[in-house]
């Protein structure tokens, strides 16, 4: 399992997108859907449920990890167990705050931490214009402890999202 975190406006998606296209044709790694109960935005491809919806999904044990932030309510479905028993590489996008329960939960977790200098991601968060992401200021505070939630590898994505992309392909593949 490769699990990509990092905050607000680092360029996970955009990395993940570029990634999941190198890629499209390898069915050993598999790019599974976050459910997410807030607007998706075109970079991302999220499944979209209502708080309700979510929480009816929550209560029938839909979700093999879920967590909260910013507000909102987020989860990766079960079906990534079976493709995970089946030897697939499962890559996700999940908040920093469940690190420790994907390595306790899962035998094989790699952490890319893809991230950027505060600027950035204020400039980015900005350029979004999302309603749903709430105050920028707030996003940009929100610290994790990573004594239990170190990454294995920092990605710094400034530059040309390509040259990063293909960093972290090269993960993803083992290379």
């Not at 890629?23 to 309700?52: F, G, H, K, W």
């Not at 996003?139 to 390509?162: F, H, K, Q, Y």
């Amino acid at each position: 399992m490769i699990v990509v975190v990092g905050p607000s406006g680092a360029g996970k998606d955009t990395l993940l997108g570029l990634a999941r296209a190198a890629c499209a044709d390898d069915r050993s790694i598999v790019y599974p859907r976050r459910v997410v109960t807030r607007e998706a935005s075109s970079s991302e491809d999220n499944e979209q449920l209502s708080c309700d919806a979510f929480r009816e999904a929550l209560a029938r044990g839909d979700f093999a990890m879920h967590w909260q932030a910013h507000g909102h309510s987020y989860a990766l479905r079960r079906e990534i167990d079976p493709d995970i028993r089946a030897g697939r590489t499962v890559v996700v996008n999940v908040s920093r705050t469940v690190i420790g329960e994907m390595r306790r939960r899962y035998a094989d977790v790699t952490v890319v931490s893809v991230t950027a200098p505060p600027d950035v991601l204020a400039e980015r968060l900005a350029m979004r214009a999302r309603s749903s992401d709430g105050l920028i200021d707030q996003r940009l505070r929100r610290t994790v402890d990573e004594t239990t939630n170190a990454p294995d590898v920092t990605i710094l994505n400034v530059g040309r999202p390509e040259d990063h992309a293909r960093r972290l392909l090269r993960i993803i593949k083992g290379d």
